[in-house]
């Protein structure tokens, strides 16, 4: 289940975050969760940055925002926190394949429930580094319209973090995105 946003945000708008986040040191993204992050470039292969917690960054706002408008219109779930942006790089040959975005925590009130992702890059500067939902045995990859859409620059798809996703592989040029993901009481 998800809930798109078709370009909500203007250009400009993801042009500065891309600036402001690349002026940033960016590390090797890890698989796993929290407490046992580990390197693994045949489930992912990408830079990340994490985006400090601000209520005033842009970026936090956009995230937060529209988090909270797909569940309200939605999901209708009990979300308790917002967690860190992460800023993601994409280049040539790099891809994050099928997951989910749970993940295993002894904390009270912290499981993932939605995630966000807003798509910062002109869609015409790079080939491949389509992000896909996988459903039901088979893949929604086939849906032009959605294909596109969530390709294009300045939108976002809010999700249910349960769900299977991937970023297929850049061929060429370089993706830019920011994730982001709320958690809640835990699902009865």
Same mark, same amino acid.
């Given at each position: 289940?998800?809930?798109?946003?078709?370009?909500?945000?203007?250009?400009?708008?993801?042009?500065?975050?891309?600036?402001?986040?690349?002026?940033?040191?960016?590390?090797?993204?890890?698989?796993? $969760?929290?407490?046992?992050?580990?390197?693994?470039?045949?489930?992912?292969?990408?830079?990340?940055?994490?985006?400090?917690?601000?209520? $005033?960054?842009?970026?936090?706002?956009?995230?937060?925002? /529209?988090?909270?408008?797909? $569940?309200?219109?939605?999901?209708?779930?009990?979300?308790?926190? /917002?967690?860190?942006?992460?800023?993601? !790089?994409?280049? &040539?040959?790099?891809?994050? &394949?099928?997951?989910?975005? =749970?993940?295993? =925590?002894?904390?009270? #009130? !912290?499981?993932?429930?939605?995630?966000?992702?807003?798509?910062? %890059?002109?869609? #015409? *500067?790079?080939?491949?580094?389509?992000?896909?939902?996988? #459903?039901?045995?088979?893949? /929604?990859?086939?849906?032009?319209?959605?294909? !596109?859409?969530?390709?294009?620059?300045? *939108?976002?798809?809010?999700? &249910?973090?349960? &769900?299977?996703?991937?970023? =297929?592989?850049? *061929?060429?040029? %370089?993706?830019?995105?920011?994730?982001?993901?709320?958690?809640?009481?835990? /699902?009865?």
């Amino acid at each position: 289940m998800f809930y798109i946003f078709p370009k909500i945000i203007e250009p400009e708008v993801c042009n500065e975050i891309v600036k402001d986040c690349m002026s940033k040191d960016l590390e090797l993204a890890a698989v796993g $969760n929290a407490s046992s992050p580990r390197d693994d470039p045949k489930i992912r292969k990408t830079s990340v940055y994490f985006v400090p917690v601000d209520k $005033n960054n842009n970026a936090n706002k956009i995230a937060w925002g /529209f988090l909270k408008e797909a $569940n309200k219109i939605l999901f209708h779930y009990d979300l308790t926190y /917002f967690q860190q942006i992460q800023f993601a !790089k994409y280049s &040539d040959g790099e891809f994050y &394949d099928w997951h989910v975005d =749970t993940y295993e =925590t002894n904390e009270p #009130n !912290k499981t993932r429930k939605l995630s966000m992702s807003l798509m910062l %890059t002109d869609p #015409n *500067t790079f080939t491949g580094g389509e992000f896909q939902f996988y #459903n039901g045995g088979r893949s /929604f990859e086939d849906d032009e319209q959605m294909k !596109k859409e969530l390709k294009t620059q300045g *939108t976002i798809v809010v999700f &249910d973090s349960r &769900d299977f996703h991937r970023v =297929t592989p850049v *061929t060429k040029g %370089t993706r830019h995105s920011i994730v982001c993901w709320a958690t809640g009481v835990p /699902f009865k």
